[in-house]
């Protein structure tokens, strides 16, 4: 059934050896009405030979890129925001391919958006009883952590990938910031949205682990590459602490940003 979206809005998914999981997402979202943009993040042949056949059985309605060697998932969001932008799209709904984000909200994400297009659409987690309670319990030294480095709280979950971007102020970041390509980057494009002063809207929305049993989350990498974010997002938040209370304290007293 179609929710009589925007033409402008695109969903883009990173994919890096979820061949197992892939099929259903992309239906869910086909099931929307809205076309995609697979990223293959240098995929096994058995992904990439799904990917292809997805690709093959709707080429009006969705694109795969492909990455040669795996890049990371910031790198595959990257890769398929700049394609989205540079296809004529406004908006790009990002969404994992391993299943675990409820489709069933597409519909709220794209509402929001409509409703406040200058907004990132933000998922806030709820979980069930499959999250890894190590992994749920990490997650809130980085709510912390993004809480100092934009003196706010607006940002209710800086990690879950469903969510949605207007895409014109997000490539002007990607163009003039370096942001960490693997998984550092919801967080860190997040925060950097704020401080040029996105409003972020937090949308609540179910969230399973995982559909297929595939995490590629590697625990001493993405640890260190996630702590050395927040400690160059620290440095640059000291910076900006005047804007950003200032900013805070106008949208509290409700105004709003230029």
Sequence with gaps: MKTGISHSTVVVIPVYDHEHAIGAVVAAVR????P?????DGSSPACATVLQQLAAAEPQHVTLLVHPHNQ?????VMTGLRHAAAAGYTHALQIDADGQHDSADIP???AASQAAPA????????YDESVPKGRLYARYLTHVWVWINTLSLEIADSMCGFRLYPLAPTLQLMDHAHIGRRMDFDTEILVRLYWRGLRVQNLATRVRYPADGVSHFQVWLDNVLISRMHARLFFGMLLRAPLLLARGSWRRLGGRSA
């Design 31 to 34: 099931g929307h009405g809205l």
């Design 36 to 40: 995609c943009i697979l990223v293959d």
């Design 72 to 76: 990371g998932k910031g790198g595959a």
């Design 108 to 110: 709220r994400f794209l």
């Design 119 to 126: 907004a990132v659409i933000n998922g806030k987690p709820i």
